[in-house]
């Protein structure tokens, strides 16, 4: 079955309760550096200096950035997530 939208929680949310919500998600015991990404509002808001999505660039997108890097510090998850 083919989609012409994406929709945040049938397309986006699993994506990111899989591979972001241990270190990024609604436990505040668990999260990491501050960061909520179980929130659609949080995920897509304007931070100043950088957003972590913007929806049809993903050139500008922090979050695009940091899951396609190749350098070990940067890329999200961390290379020794194990999941």
């Not at 979050?63 to 961390?78: K, Q, T, W, Y």
Request: with cysteine; charged share 30%; net charge negative.
């Amino acid at each position: 079955m083919a989609y012409d939208t994406v929709v945040f929680n049938r397309d986006i949310r699993p994506i990111l309760s899989n591979h972001c919500y241990a270190c990024h998600g609604p436990d505040a015991e668990q999260r990491e550096a501050d960061l909520r990404l179980d929130e659609k509002d949080n995920v897509f808001r304007d931070r100043g200096d950088y957003r972590l999505i913007v929806p049809n660039q993903p050139e500008n997108s922090a979050l695009h950035a940091r899951i396609s890097s190749s350098d070990p510090g940067e890329v999200m998850p961390p290379t020794d997530f194990d999941k």
